[in-house]
T-cell receptor
Framework: ETGVTQSPTHLIKTRGQQVTLRCSSQ?????VSWYQQALGQGPQFIFQ???????GRGNFPPRFSGLQFPNYSSELNVNALELDDSALYLC????????????FGPGTRLTVL | GENVEQHPSTLSVQEGDSAVIKCTYS??????FPWYKQELGKRPQLIID?????GEKKDQRIAVTLNKTAKHFSLHITETQPEDSAVYFC????????????FGRGTSLIVHP
C-alpha cells in the first residue's frame, strides 16, 4: 500500500451539480497532484498543490478548483458538472524532499448523468 | 508543452515471451521518465523509472532504456507472465519546479497462458 487515500470511491451526479473529492497524501509527502483519467486514456494533469498553494495547472477550466490543507490533504472541486467530466479522478502525492516520485491513490469514479 | 507518444496501444504475447513498449517525447529538457502499471479498476503503480543521467536500468524482469538524442525510451519485460497483463503508461517530466509528468495514452498488455 502506498498510503494515499481518496474518498469517496464512487459518485453519481447530474449535470450542473457541484462535487468535492478528497485526498489524503502519504505520510511525509507535501505535494498533491490531481489527474483526470477518462476511459482508455492516460491520466491528464489537472493541477498540483504545494504548501497550500497551486503550483501548476493543466488545461482545465476554472470550474475545476482545489485546496490543500496544513496537513497536506487536498480537495478537488468541480462546479457546473458536464457529462464529459465523467472519469476516474486520481490524486498522487510526492515529496519535494525526496525524488519527486508520485504515488497514486485508488481514485474516485465520478459519473455525471 | 511536453507531448508523449506511446506505442503500441495493444500488445498481445504468449507467456514466456518478451514485451517491448516504446515512448517518444518532445521536450528535450525532460529528464525523468517513470513507468506505471495499472490493473483493471486499480490505481497506477510505479514499476520502474529512469533519469537522464543513465541509459538503462533493470529490476528483475523489467528494464527501461533511454535514448536522449532520439528522445525515446522503452520498457522491456522478459519472461512475461499472465499477471503482467495490465495497462502500462509511460510519462516524462522536466526539472524547474515540482515534478508534473505528461503521460502517454497507455499500452494494454495481454499475456496469454
Amino acid at each position: 500500500e502506498t498510503g494515499v487515500t481518496q474518498s469517496p470511491t464512487h459518485l453519481i451526479k447530474t449535470r450542473g451539480q457541484q462535487v468535492t473529492l478528497r485526498c489524503s497524501s502519504q505520510s511525509g509527502h507535501n505535494t498533491v497532484s490531481w489527474y483526470q483519467q477518462a476511459l482508455g486514456q492516460g491520466p491528464q494533469f489537472i493541477f498540483q498543490y504545494y504548501r497550500e498553494e497551486e503550483n501548476g495547472r493543466g488545461n482545465f477550466p476554472p470550474r475545476f478548483s482545489g485546496l490543500q490543507f496544513p496537513n497536506y490533504s487536498s480537495e478537488l472541486n468541480v462546479n457546473a458538472l458536464e457529462l464529459d467530466d465523467s472519469a476516474l479522478y486520481l490524486c498522487a502525492s510526492s515529496s519535494t524532499a525526496g525524488d519527486d516520485t508520485q504515488y497514486f491513490g485508488p481514485g474516485t469514479r465520478l459519473t455525471v448523468l | 508543452g511536453e507531448n508523449v507518444e506511446q506505442h503500441p496501444s495493444t500488445l498481445s504475447v504468449q507467456e514466456g515471451d518478451s514485451a517491448v513498449i516504446k515512448c517518444t517525447y518532445s521536450d528535450s529538457a525532460s529528464n525523468y521518465f517513470p513507468w506505471y502499471k495499472q490493473e483493471l479498476g486499480k490505481r497506477p503503480q510505479l514499476i520502474i523509472d529512469i533519469r537522464s543521467n543513465v541509459g538503462e536500468k533493470k529490476d528483475q524482469r523489467i528494464a527501461v532504456t533511454l535514448n536522449k538524442t532520439a528522445k525515446h525510451f522503452s520498457l522491456h519485460i522478459t519472461e512475461t507472465q499472465p499477471e503482467d497483463s495490465a495497462v502500462y503508461f509511460c510519462a516524462a517530466s522536466k526539472p524547474g519546479g515540482s515534478y508534473i509528468p505528461t503521460f502517454g495514452r497507455g499500452t494494454s498488455l495481454i499475456v496469454h497462458p
